[in-house]
Nanobody, 121 residues
Framework: QVHLVESGGGLVQPGGSLRLSCAAS????????MGWYRQAPGKQREFIAR???????NYADSVKGRFTVSRDNAKNTVYLQMDSLKPEDTGVYYC???????????????WGQGTQVTVSS
């Protein structure tokens, strides 16, 4: 089994910062990439950022220059540093991990439980 535990959400004023983290644990062969999605009220879940094991990153246009994704490979943990937060960044943030399980071919995808981020004055 694979478990993802997220932390770091909360309430912050516009212009403020938050740091999310997501730790993967359990039995798996390797992690391919780790990333973040968010779902705002009444909207579909959308891609925010991703980082591969090799360190390559990509971001949604809406967060470029404000959010930074990073990871600690030794701890199987991904972080999302969110700066200059805006009210439109409000939503539930979900960790997404793509990994390879022992004895299987292909990539398996796992989701965290979600953490609420609210940007409001």
């Amino acid at each position: 089994q694979v478990h993802l535990v997220e932390s770091g959400g909360g309430l912050v004023q516009p212009g403020g910062s938050l740091r999310l983290s997501c730790a993967a644990s359990g039995s798996f062969a390797s992690i391919v990439s780790m990333g973040w999605y968010r779902q705002a009220p009444g909207k579909q879940r959308e891609f925010i950022a991703r980082i591969t094991t090799g360190g390559s990153t990509n971001y949604a246009d809406s967060v470029k220059g404000r959010f930074t994704v990073s990871r600690d490979n030794a701890k199987n943990t991904v972080y999302l540093q969110m700066d200059s937060l805006k009210p439109e960044d409000t939503g539930v943030y979900y960790c997404n991990v793509q990994l390879r399980l022992y004895g299987t071919v292909g990539i398996s995808i796992y989701w965290g439980q979600g953490t609420q981020v609210t940007v409001s004055s």
